[in-house]
């Protein structure tokens, strides 16, 4: 009869204790496109008599991935955000002048088809304002510019990947510039209205 009582001791012990360790599993989070849709990146008005643009702050609007969100411009200084958009201009949350530790390249493929982030890949970050991790120039980053136009088109097959604020990744396809995402914009479409896709990696993979 002891021996029994102390079986059915240790087979309770034992159950408690799985049962401890399944409570302590820590679930694993999926990885979820989400599009945004009409971010603004300090819109402007064009003055119709001079053609010079009126209006901006000449701020940056800084966007948290893992929130989905805006985040104020006083935690600037902080590793909350990050992305910045400001008409054509990216910045990453990392580098010289930046406080997380963020940084980015353009990889030139399909935004599904981007399963891993490879293992040669090379994050840049910025360094100054001439010198950001995402190029603002026609053809060198996520755009074109039509100068007879004076239009600005994503580069089909171009996608952001970032190293986040906080040290995770995440990748990027900007897919409109303009207000409404119009899918043929003119001269009077509302510009420095970003429509983009991302997807986030919250477990600090990799993988996508």
């Given at each position: 009869?002891?021996?029994?009582?102390?079986?059915l001791?240790?087979?309770?012990?034992?159950?408690?204790?799985?049962s401890?360790?399944?409570?302590n599993?820590?679930?694993?989070?999926?990885?979820?496109?989400?599009?945004v849709?009409?971010?603004?990146?300090?819109?402007v008005?064009i003055?119709?008599a001079?053609?010079?643009?009126l209006?901006?702050?000449n701020?940056?609007?800084?966007?948290?991935?893992r929130?989905n969100?805006?985040v104020?411009?006083?935690?600037?200084?902080?590793?909350?955000?990050?992305?910045?958009?400001?008409?054509?201009t990216?910045?990453?949350?990392?580098?010289a002048?930046r406080?997380g530790?963020?940084?980015?390249?353009i990889?030139?493929?399909?935004?599904d088809?981007?399963?891993?982030?490879?293992?040669?890949?090379?994050?840049?970050?910025?360094?100054?304002?001439?010198?950001?991790?995402?190029?603002?120039?026609?053809?060198?980053?996520?755009?074109n510019?039509?100068?007879?136009?004076?239009?600005?088109t994503p580069?089909?097959?171009?996608?952001?990947?970032?190293r986040?604020?906080?040290?995770?990744?995440?990748?990027v396809?900007?897919l409109?510039?303009y207000?409404?995402a119009?899918?043929?914009?003119?001269?009077?479409?509302?510009?420095r209205h970003?429509?983009?896709?991302?997807s986030?990696q919250?477990?600090g993979?990799?993988?996508?």
């Open positions: 009869m002891k021996n029994f009582a102390m079986l001791s240790s087979a309770m012990l034992a159950l408690a204790l799985t401890c360790k399944e409570d599993v820590t679930p694993v989070q999926p990885v979820v496109t989400e599009t849709r009409d971010l603004p990146a300090d819109p008005r003055d119709p001079t053609g010079r643009p209006g901006g702050t701020r940056f609007t800084l966007y948290s991935l929130e969100r805006i104020a411009n006083s935690d600037s200084a902080t590793n909350k955000w990050d992305i910045g958009l400001r008409g054509t990216l910045i990453v949350n990392g580098g002048i406080s530790q963020g940084g980015a390249f990889f030139t493929g399909l935004f088809e981007l399963k891993e982030i490879p293992a040669t890949a090379t994050f840049r970050t910025d360094q100054s304002p001439s010198d950001l991790a995402i190029p603002n120039a026609s053809g060198q980053g996520w755009y510019y039509n100068s007879q136009t004076h239009l600005i580069i089909p097959g171009r996608v952001i990947v970032l986040t604020g906080d040290g995770k990744f995440a990748k396809e900007i409109s510039y207000k409404g119009p899918a043929a914009p003119t001269s009077t479409s509302e510009s970003y429509t983009f896709r991302f986030f919250p477990d993979s990799r993988k996508f």
